[in-house]
């Protein structure tokens, strides 16, 4: 298990970078490399060019604004997840954070580089297509945001061009009224989950006025659902169980070495409920989450 | 055909150390096969186990998934770096010792680097938070009783030696040591 | 006096190089650039086969030779020319007269595959980068056959593993290994005759040991001595050593084999020789260069050894009180691809299923069945989870049927006390009778009951309950037989310094072998502790040795050394007694001087005892004087009797007639998600007897480590196929070995101590007790969580949320009795 040859630069800035890139359609790109570098060392990619941005100013910072948390493609997993402003903003981050993986693993795995690889069974990518967010791509010629919706084209495939960089993701705030909830079950404490859903409910006087929930490991792409409907206005064991089957509607459980189809729809089920009701709680207690 | 080869320049349990390797040598292999530093294992070489852990400035990662190249400049501790500058163990080390928290000893180093982190960051875990701290690095032998033990246990040492050091300095005797 | 360290928890003193970072294993040997070792190690990689059945049509290696840096590529063609019995296959390491068609695997593949991983072609490159390219460019034409894949379709055998027409060998008819069959009389009668009869159908899956460091060796020839040195992660240096010198063509002698630091073997280190243990000394004599192997994850997935699978049926008569009256056990066990250490793991499942019971009358008959997966060989516990999960189901449903207590219809069929030793009728994995030596089930049964809390448990379900809580309990006992022979060896030296060098010939794991033979040392040399130094595993020390498996180790150099130590202590005795001219009944030793009870000023450091043993022409220093010609002797005699040699030494062998029987008795209580089918382990206990212990705080890190091994093997870990052959979770990612999260958070330990009249140290063995039970133990808690008859392990949520779908009780409140399995006409 070691990687085939390839080529290696490490530019000091962002053009140059985005130049090798467009040189070179054989290329790819290291942050964290938690997922490259497995990958490279499988012989499973075997690029002819690596592209390290860790040497790239400016990548590395967690821009908290009212509207939202940009994160750079430089920033790792467990600086959002430390960042108090970023949870402050958008508590679902370090919600979802804290199930990527291992702590060592998110010491150097980046949150952009985790979207990017697109894996749907990975945190991230749900948690950014249930907020709406978006990722901004750079290339040789120009800039362009990337909406969440429009990222994720297929397993382990995004919409992102070889010769573009993800230089960050932005990950909206939390509207008012609202509550946020995230749980997954894994086989094993930090393995990839075998489903996991990340939630958000507006409630207004009590009534849910608006909730959906994203996605991870039940079908080819993250995928956000709109329960608001299946939900009626309230949380109780009938709506929840309601929403749970309405979003099996939108997704597709599929079966590996590890669960049936059938276990992981009782999945979605089971956790729709639990998220949603935490999700609730979330934004109706006092002093819970920023409004 | 001849690989293009990089200078290198790690700073390794505080010495500078410089090699020239390919670009796609891992860290782990660097660090063993380059710099003869072979307290750091590699049992699996995708992340998972977690024996190749060492501490890049100061914050646990894989060795196994870093490429030696993108470690240029960084400040890397190895097992070797952990003992105390007169070469005696350390408060991690120590515990593990005491609590009987190795057997064949190949997980041991990626255990001691990520719980030498942990307790710098956390030097009062709770049980769970003990636990927790040794949650992403494999061991076949142990079943992690005596691992999580020797957390609780290394985090005692260092509170006595804390107490014991600022007693001695608030004596004038221990002053005058 | 020194206080005995026989039984203390005494810290071990080979943790201090490993906590430094200092361990020293294989692939650490000739580490570091040609400027720091002298020698730059070549590295070598292995083309594997990826199919699971196929024929080689045609390999092509002619990409590799222009490719810098490569040294050697080689196929079975060329396995002849460097040496003659390299072309024939590995060896049968265990033949047994049942074993009517065994079959081994070439070093390299020679007309067919049988495994996905087998070994096709070997490079030698500068470093293991590079070999990696260099097997990429290899191109192999592969006419790809049938597999043959899991025990119903090695059973129905539709597709044969072994067909090849090339093989001299010939074909293996019903992909059936080997058949065997053992009985106390005549069972089915006895269970047709019984009261009461059930019939169960059970399954075990396959696993494997995943020990966190994988195989690997070293070889450097020296053209200059005509010698070969060989460092291997083994369990066994002089099984490695033999085998290497028989395919190198070398005499014995001029191989030397040192396991260095092993990190964990688990039964399949024992597997002698791989392929590569031989490829490399045989290209290191080829290259004139060191040579390195060290295998990846995934070769260690595909191209080691697995264990496990099994396929059960039990019928099973019995009486009123659940006493067994009859048992008639068949089973079918897969072996893989080959056979190379015979039947041992079908044997021990076959036997060993009696555990701690006897029934009136008892028949097994197994099959071993060839597959097209990766090779079967022992696993810690080596076929005894397989034969306890089928007892101990098997008593599980007397229970339900009779509406009894289960810890109750356990206690019925124990072996008594006053029975030992007891002959079960049997011939064990030795070649032996399967006699055990001594225990106290009932006694263990009580102990056992008051650590889980077994009789408080159903008010504890009953709390539970109320808060819509599932939990269950399950118990389970067995018997282990440790400590086989043939034999076990040791030399102990003591220098002139004083210290005392030890060695003993089987390997190390992280048993501590370190500090509990220098524990006996001590304690029967009057030396201090850190004076004894301890070597394992290292031809060149104890060419005489079996290696490390069986829960033998203490048991076999520990009786060894103890007797070794003996042996140095006559003559430290003898040769001081002179020296002091006392008697040497009146002499003692403490703290590593010699001397006359009851008058200190007579004494001797054992150092110069050592001096006076051996005769000098020559002094080389202050304390060499003390023994040289002019100084000491009888000028009328010999300066070294006739019967006696020079040097303070002993040496002695440990044989036993045959193995001595730990026992144990594991409990659980767990938990089950009922939306989720999750299990979560509220409480592990565990009652344990190895006998005499040696080292407490080792013995019970060994049973930590079986039980955590053993949560692993029942609720995560398991091997799987597809039906091509492919092993779909040949990574750490899929294959799931728990982390600190699965494993219960404190497991109840309590000891018992029957000794073994076997040895002279009273001792059983310890090292594989902790994994026996746990199939069993977790399926009997969550069949009592669940009410629905567990019957195939591992289980995992998945599997559990689709057993209840098929009984159609996803969320309904516990029952009673579990559904009683069918009783047969």
Same mark, same amino acid.
């Given at each position: 298990?070691?990687?085939?040859?390839?080529?290696?630069?490490?530019?000091?800035?962002?053009?140059?970078?985005?130049? /090798?890139?467009?040189?070179?359609?054989?290329?790819?790109?290291?942050?964290?490399?938690?997922?490259?570098?497995?990958?490279?060392?499988?012989?499973?990619?075997?690029?002819?060019? /690596?592209?390290?941005?860790?040497?790239?100013?400016?990548?590395?910072?967690?821009?908290?604004?009212?509207?939202?948390?940009?994160?750079?493609?430089?920033?790792?997993?467990?600086?959002?997840?430390?960042?108090?402003?970023?949870?402050?903003?958008?508590?679902?981050?370090?919600?979802?954070?804290?199930?990527?993986?291992?702590?060592?693993?998110?010491?150097?795995?980046?949150?952009?580089?985790?979207?990017?690889?697109?894996?749907?069974?990975?945190?991230?990518?749900?948690?950014?297509?249930?907020?709406?967010?978006?990722?901004?791509?750079?290339?040789?010629?120009?800039?362009?945001?990337?909406?969440?919706?429009?990222?994720?084209?297929?397993?382990?495939?995004?919409?992102?061009?070889?010769?573009?960089?993800?230089?960050?993701?932005?990950?909206?705030?939390?509207?008012?009224?609202?509550?946020?909830?995230?749980?997954?079950?894994?086989?094993?404490?930090?393995?990839?989950?075998?489903?996991?859903?990340?939630?958000?409910?507006?409630?207004?006087?009590?009534?849910?006025?608006?909730?959906?929930?994203?996605?991870?490991?039940?079908?080819?792409?993250?995928?956000?659902?709109?329960?608001?409907?299946?939900?009626?206005?309230?949380?109780?064991?009938?709506?929840?169980?309601?929403?749970?089957?309405?979003?099996?509607?939108?997704?597709?459980?599929?079966?590996?070495?590890?669960?049936?189809?059938?276990?992981?729809?009782?999945?979605?089920?089971?956790?729709?409920?639990?998220?949603?009701?935490?999700?609730?709680?979330?934004?109706?207690?006092?002093?819970?989450?920023?409004? | 055909?001849?690989?293009?080869?990089?200078?290198?320049?790690?700073?390794?349990?505080?010495?500078?150390?410089?090699?020239?390797?390919?670009?796609?040598?891992?860290?782990?292999?660097?660090?063993?096969?380059?710099?003869?530093?072979?307290?750091?294992?590699?049992?699996?070489?995708?992340?998972?186990?977690?024996?190749?852990?060492?501490?890049?400035?100061?914050?646990?990662?894989?060795?196994?998934?870093?490429?030696?190249?993108?470690?240029?400049?960084?400040?890397?501790?190895?097992?070797?770096?952990?003992?105390?500058?007169?070469?005696?163990?350390?408060?991690?080390?120590?515990?593990?010792?005491? *609590?009987?928290?190795?057997?064949?000893?190949? *997980?041991?180093?990626?255990?001691?680097?990520? @719980?030498?982190?942990?307790?710098?960051?956390?030097?009062?875990?709770?049980?769970?938070?003990?636990?927790?701290?040794?949650?992403?690095?494999?061991?076949? *032998?142990?079943?992690?009783?005596?691992?999580?033990?020797?957390?609780?246990?290394? &985090?005692?040492? #260092?509170?006595?030696?804390?107490?014991?050091?600022?007693?001695?300095?608030?004596?004038?005797?221990?002053?005058?040591? | 006096?020194?206080?005995?360290?026989?039984?203390?928890?005494?810290?071990?003193?080979?943790?201090?190089?490993?906590?430094?970072?200092?361990?020293?294993?294989?692939?650490?040997?000739?580490?570091?650039?040609?400027?720091?070792?002298?020698?730059?190690?070549?590295?070598?990689?292995?083309?594997?086969?990826?199919?699971?059945?196929?024929?080689?049509?045609?390999?092509?290696?002619?990409?590799?030779?222009?490719?810098?840096?490569?040294?050697?590529?080689?196929?079975?063609?060329?396995?002849?020319?460097?040496?003659?019995?390299?072309?024939?296959?590995?060896?049968?390491?265990?033949?047994?007269?049942?074993?009517?068609?065994?079959?081994?695997?070439?070093?390299?593949?020679?007309?067919?595959?049988?495994?996905?991983?087998?070994?096709?072609?070997?490079?030698?490159?500068?470093?293991?980068?590079?070999?990696? %390219?260099?097997?990429?460019? @290899?191109?192999?034409?592969?006419?790809?056959?049938?597999?043959?894949?899991?025990?119903?379709?090695?059973?129905?055998?539709?597709?044969?593993?072994?067909?090849?027409?090339?093989?001299?060998?010939?074909?293996?008819?019903?992909?059936?290994?080997?058949?065997?069959?053992?009985?106390?009389?005549?069972?089915?009668?006895?269970?047709?005759?019984?009261?009461?009869?059930?019939?169960?159908?059970?399954?075990?899956?396959?696993?494997? *040991?995943?020990?966190?460091?994988?195989?690997?060796?070293?070889?450097?020839?020296?053209?200059? #001595?005509?010698?070969?040195?060989?460092?291997?992660?083994?369990?066994?240096?002089?099984?490695?050593?033999?085998?290497?010198?028989?395919?190198?063509?070398?005499?014995?002698?001029?191989?030397?084999?040192?396991?260095?630091?092993?990190?964990?073997?688990?039964?399949?280190?024992?597997?002698?020789?791989?392929?590569?243990?031989?490829?490399?000394?045989?290209?290191?004599?080829?290259?004139?260069?060191?040579?390195?192997?060290?295998?990846?994850?995934?070769?260690?997935?595909?191209?080691?050894?697995?264990?496990?699978?099994?396929?059960?049926?039990?019928?099973?008569?019995?009486?009123?009180?659940?006493?067994?009256?009859?048992?008639?056990?068949?089973?079918?066990?897969?072996?893989?691809?080959?056979?190379?250490?015979?039947? @041992?793991?079908? @044997?021990?499942?076959?036997?060993?299923?009696?555990?701690?019971?006897?029934?009136?009358?008892?028949?097994?008959?197994?099959?071993?069945?060839? #597959?097209?997966?990766?090779?079967?060989?022992?696993?810690?516990?080596?076929?005894?989870?397989?034969?306890?999960?089928?007892?101990?189901?098997?008593?599980?449903?007397?229970?339900?049927?009779?509406?009894?207590?289960?810890?109750?219809?356990?206690?019925?069929?124990?072996?008594?006390?006053?029975?030992?030793?007891?002959?079960?009728?049997?011939?064990?994995?030795?070649?032996?009778?399967?006699?055990?030596?001594?225990?106290?089930?009932?006694?263990?049964?009580?102990?056992?009951?008051?650590?889980?809390?077994?009789?408080?448990?159903?008010?504890?379900?009953?709390?539970?309950?109320?808060?819509?809580?599932?939990?269950?309990?399950?118990?389970?006992?067995?018997?282990?037989?440790?400590?086989?022979?043939?034999?076990?060896?040791?030399?102990?030296?003591?220098?002139?310094?004083?210290?005392?060098?030890?060695?003993?010939?089987?390997?190390?794991?992280?048993?501590?072998?370190?500090?509990?033979?220098?524990?006996?040392?001590?304690?029967?040399?009057?030396?201090?502790?850190?004076?004894?130094?301890?070597?394992?595993?290292?031809?060149?020390?104890?060419?005489?040795?079996?290696?490390?498996?069986?829960?033998?180790?203490?048991?076999?150099?520990?009786?060894?050394?103890?007797?070794?130590?003996?042996?140095?202590?006559?003559?430290?005795?003898?040769?001081?007694?002179?020296?002091?001219?006392?008697?040497?009944?009146?002499?003692?030793?403490?703290?590593?001087?010699?001397?006359?009870?009851?008058?200190?000023?007579?004494?001797?450091?054992?150092?110069?005892?050592?001096?006076?043993?051996?005769?000098?022409?020559?002094?080389?220093?202050?304390?060499?004087? &003390?023994?040289?010609?002019?100084?000491?002797?009888?000028?009328?005699?010999?300066?070294?009797?006739?019967?006696?040699?020079?040097?303070?030494?002993?040496?002695?062998?440990?044989?036993?007639?045959?193995?001595?029987?730990?026992?144990?008795?594991?409990?659980?209580?767990?938990?089950?998600?009922? %939306?989720?089918?999750?299990?979560?382990?509220?409480?592990?206990?565990?009652?344990?007897?190895?006998?005499?212990?040696?080292?407490?705080?080792?013995?019970?890190?060994?049973?930590?480590?079986?039980?955590?091994?053993?949560?692993?093997?029942?609720?995560?870990?398991?091997?799987?196929?597809?039906?091509?052959?492919?092993?779909?979770?040949?990574?750490?990612?899929?294959?799931?070995?728990?982390?600190?999260?699965?494993?219960?958070?404190?497991?109840?330990?309590?000891?018992?101590?029957?000794?073994?009249?076997?040895?002279?140290?009273?001792?059983?063995?310890?090292?594989?007790?902790?994994?026996?039970?746990?199939?069993?133990?977790?399926?009997?808690?969550?069949?009592?969580?669940?009410?629905?008859?567990?019957?195939?392990?591992?289980?995992?949520?998945?599997?559990?949320?689709?057993?209840?779908?098929?009984?159609?009780?996803?969320?309904?409140?516990?029952?009673?009795?579990?559904?009683?399995?069918?009783?047969?006409?």
């Amino acid at each position: 298990m070691k990687p085939a040859p390839f080529a290696y630069r490490r530019p000091a800035t962002l053009p140059e970078a985005l130049e /090798l890139l467009a040189a070179e359609p054989d290329a790819k790109v290291l942050a964290g490399g938690q997922s490259l570098v497995p990958l490279l060392s499988m012989r499973l990619a075997a690029p002819g060019l /690596l592209v390290d941005l860790n040497s790239l100013p400016d990548l590395g910072e967690i821009n908290v604004a009212p509207d939202g948390v940009r994160v750079g493609a430089l920033v790792r997993h467990a600086d959002l997840l430390a960042s108090a402003e970023a949870r402050r903003v958008q508590p679902l981050l370090a919600m979802a954070l804290a199930h990527v993986a291992h702590a060592t693993i998110r010491n150097r795995g980046t949150t952009v580089g985790s979207i990017v690889h697109a894996d749907a069974s990975a945190e991230m990518p749900a948690v950014l297509s249930l907020l709406g967010g978006s990722v901004t791509a750079e290339s040789a010629s120009g800039s362009r945001t990337i909406p969440a919706g429009e990222l994720f084209v297929g397993p382990l495939e995004s919409s992102l061009r070889p010769d573009e960089v993800a230089t960050s993701a932005f990950f909206p705030a939390l509207p008012p009224d609202t509550g946020v909830g995230f749980d997954e079950v894994a086989r094993r404490h930090g393995d990839y989950a075998l489903c996991g859903v990340a939630a958000q409910v507006r409630v207004v006087d009590g009534a849910v006025a608006a909730a959906s929930a994203g996605y991870l490991s039940v079908a080819d792409v993250p995928t956000v659902v709109d329960l608001t409907e299946a939900l009626g206005g309230a949380v109780t064991d009938a709506s929840l169980a309601a929403a749970g089957e309405a979003a099996l509607e939108h997704l597709d459980p599929a079966a590996d070495i590890h669960a049936t189809a059938a276990y992981r729809a009782q999945l979605v089920r089971v956790l729709t409920a639990r998220v949603l009701r935490a999700a609730y709680a979330d934004a109706t207690t006092e002093g819970g989450s920023e409004a | 055909m001849s690989e293009e080869q990089h200078d290198v320049r790690l700073v390794v349990n505080g010495v500078t150390r410089e090699i020239r390797v390919p670009a796609r040598r891992l860290l782990s292999d660097a660090l063993r096969h380059d710099l003869g530093l072979t307290g750091t294992h590699v049992g699996c070489e995708h992340g998972v186990c977690g024996a190749c852990t060492i501490l890049v400035d100061g914050r646990p990662m894989r060795a196994c998934l870093m490429l030696a190249v993108s470690a240029e400049g960084a400040e890397l501790t190895t097992v070797e770096g952990l003992t105390e500058p007169d070469g005696s163990l350390s408060p991690v080390q120590q515990a593990f010792a005491e *609590c009987h928290g190795l057997q064949c000893g190949f *997980c041991t180093p990626g255990f001691l680097t990520t @719980i030498t982190a942990g307790l710098r960051e956390n030097p009062h875990p709770t049980h769970d938070e003990a636990r927790e701290m040794v949650g992403g690095n494999l061991c076949r *032998c142990t079943g992690y009783q005596n691992i999580v033990k020797a957390v609780e246990r290394a &985090a005692a040492i #260092t509170a006595e030696t804390a107490a014991a050091v600022a007693e001695t300095a608030e004596t004038p005797e221990g002053a005058a040591r | 006096m020194t206080t005995k360290l026989m039984g203390q928890p005494v810290q071990r003193v080979e943790d201090q190089r490993f906590l430094r970072g200092g361990g020293r294993y294989v692939d650490d040997v000739l580490a570091g650039s040609a400027s720091d070792t002298g020698q730059q190690v070549l590295h070598a990689a292995v083309l594997r086969s990826p199919h699971a059945h196929a024929r080689i049509v045609d390999i092509d290696v002619d990409a590799v030779l222009d490719l810098d840096g490569v040294h050697a590529v080689w196929t079975y063609e060329d396995l002849a020319g460097l040496s003659a019995p390299m072309a024939d296959p590995l060896p049968l390491l265990i033949p047994h007269p049942a074993l009517t068609h065994g079959r081994t695997q070439y070093a390299l593949a020679r007309h067919e595959v049988n495994y996905a991983g087998e070994a096709v072609a070997f490079v030698v490159a500068d470093d293991r980068y590079v070999a990696e %390219d260099a097997l990429a460019r @290899i191109h192999v034409s592969y006419e790809v056959l049938p597999p043959v894949v899991g025990i119903e379709a090695a059973r129905a055998a539709e597709h044969l593993v072994h067909d090849d027409p090339d093989d001299p060998a010939g074909p293996v008819p019903g992909n059936v290994g080997a058949r065997l069959e053992q009985s106390t009389g005549d069972a089915a009668a006895a269970v047709a005759a019984a009261p009461h009869r059930l019939a169960l159908d059970l399954e075990v899956e396959r696993s494997a *040991c995943t020990p966190l460091e994988g195989r690997g060796t070293v070889a450097r020839w020296d053209p200059d #001595t005509d010698r070969l040195q060989v460092w291997t992660s083994t369990q066994s240096s002089t099984g490695v050593r033999a085998a290497v010198a028989v395919k190198l063509g070398l005499d014995l002698g001029q191989v030397d084999v040192v396991t260095p630091d092993v990190g964990g073997g688990f039964g399949v280190k024992i597997n002698h020789p791989w392929p590569e243990e031989l490829l490399v000394p045989l290209a290191a004599r080829a290259l004139g260069r060191p040579v390195k192997f060290t295998e990846d994850r995934r070769e260690h997935f595909v191209s080691s050894a697995h264990e496990r699978a099994q396929v059960q049926h039990v019928e099973v008569g019995f009486d009123d009180d659940g006493r067994l009256l009859g048992l008639d056990v068949t089973f079918w066990h897969d072996h893989g691809a080959y056979t190379p250490y015979g039947l @041992i793991v079908p @044997i021990i499942t076959s036997t060993q299923l009696l555990g701690p019971y006897k029934p009136e009358v008892y028949r097994v008959v197994f099959e071993s069945l060839y #597959t097209n997966t990766v090779m079967v060989t022992p696993y810690r516990g080596a076929g005894r989870p397989q034969g306890c999960f089928a007892m101990e189901r098997t008593i599980d449903a007397i229970a339900a049927y009779l509406g009894k207590d289960r810890a109750e219809v356990r206690a019925v069929n124990f072996i008594q006390p006053d029975e030992f030793p007891f002959d079960q009728g049997l011939i064990f994995q030795d070649g032996r009778e399967l006699e055990y030596d001594s225990g106290d089930y009932p006694q263990m049964l009580e102990k056992i009951k008051a650590l889980v809390g077994w009789d408080e448990f159903p008010a504890f379900r009953a709390e539970m309950a109320e808060q819509g809580r599932r939990v269950g309990i399950g118990l389970a006992c067995y018997v282990e037989g440790t400590g086989v022979g043939p034999y076990e060896g040791a030399h102990v030296h003591i220098e002139t310094t004083g210290k005392v060098k030890v060695a003993t010939g089987l390997t190390t794991q992280g048993q501590g072998h370190a500090t509990v033979f220098a524990q006996l040392v001590a304690d029967e040399l009057g030396v201090r502790f850190e004076d004894v130094e301890v070597v394992t595993g290292d031809t060149r020390r104890m060419p005489y040795a079996v290696g490390t498996f069986a829960s033998r180790a203490a048991v076999m150099s520990g009786s060894a050394i103890h007797l070794a130590a003996k042996r140095a202590k006559e003559k430290v005795l003898r040769i001081a007694a002179d020296a002091l001219e006392a008697d040497p009944a009146d002499l003692q030793i403490v703290d590593g001087v010699v001397s006359v009870k009851g008058s200190p000023g007579a004494a001797l450091d054992l150092g110069t005892v050592s001096v006076l043993s051996n005769p000098l022409r020559y002094a080389f220093d202050e304390a060499s004087k &003390a023994a040289t010609q002019f100084s000491v002797g009888d000028p009328g005699k010999p300066p070294v009797a006739e019967d006696d040699e020079p040097g303070l030494e002993g040496r002695d062998f440990y044989s036993p007639e045959r193995a001595t029987f730990a026992s144990g008795m594991h409990a659980v209580i767990v938990e089950t998600d009922p %939306d989720t089918a999750e299990v979560k382990i509220l409480k592990y206990a565990v009652v344990h007897d190895c006998g005499h212990l040696i080292n407490p705080m080792i013995v019970e890190g060994q049973i930590h480590g079986g039980v955590a091994q053993g949560v692993g093997g029942a609720l995560y870990e398991r091997m799987a196929y597809d039906e091509s052959g492919q092993l779909l979770n040949a990574s750490f990612m899929d294959f799931l070995m728990p982390y600190v999260s699965e494993v219960p958070d404190g497991i109840d330990i309590d000891h018992l101590e029957t000794p073994s009249p076997l040895n002279p140290l009273g001792i059983k063995g310890a090292g594989e007790a902790g994994v026996i039970p746990s199939a069993a133990v977790f399926a009997a808690a969550i069949e009592d969580a669940e009410r629905i008859p567990i019957t195939a392990m591992p289980i995992s949520p998945s599997e559990l949320f689709e057993l209840r779908r098929t009984h159609d009780r996803p969320v309904v409140e516990p029952a009673e009795t579990p559904h009683p399995p069918k009783e047969t006409p």
